[in-house]
């Protein structure tokens, strides 16, 4: 399983982003698709995630109601549309895949086996 994320820039407050993580070979044993990000000098931190299929999605609670997680199981690709920016929403953004991950361990980054190169958002207040 091949990640490959894109979509990261500069934006001000307030505005929107799209990251977009295409997924190539093995698409076939995901079972949850997933958002991290990471701060300089911060743990990794969970951002939203969804089943490969579709249906269920969770979110952190920083991101609700702000950031939405979805996919096109045709073009292989897992989106984040980030609305409402924040400065503190600066990080570089991961996207990761899991095939053991189950409901109870969507948000810990230890369920996650495959991972993008990362795409860095930096949002200017």
């Known amino acids: 399983v091949q990640l490959q994320a894109s979509g990261g820039g500069l934006v001000q407050a307030g505005g929107s982003l799209r990251l977009s993580c295409v997924v190539s070979e093995g698409t076939s044993s995901i079972r949850y698709m997933a958002w991290f990000r990471q701060s300089p000098g911060k743990e990794r931190e969970f951002v939203a995630a969804r089943k490969w299929r579709g249906g269920s999605t969770s979110y952190a609670d920083s991101v609700k109601g702000r950031f939405t997680i979805s996919g096109d199981n045709a073009k292989n690709t897992v989106y984040l549309q980030m609305n409402s920016l924040r400065p503190e929403d600066t990080a570089v953004y991961y996207c990761?895949?899991?095939?053991?991950?189950?409901?109870?361990?969507?948000?810990?980054?230890?369920?996650?086996?495959?991972w993008g190169q990362g795409t860095q958002v930096t949002v200017s207040s």
């Open positions: 990761a895949a899991g095939p053991s991950v189950i409901q109870s361990n969507q948000a810990s980054k230890n369920a996650y086996a495959y």
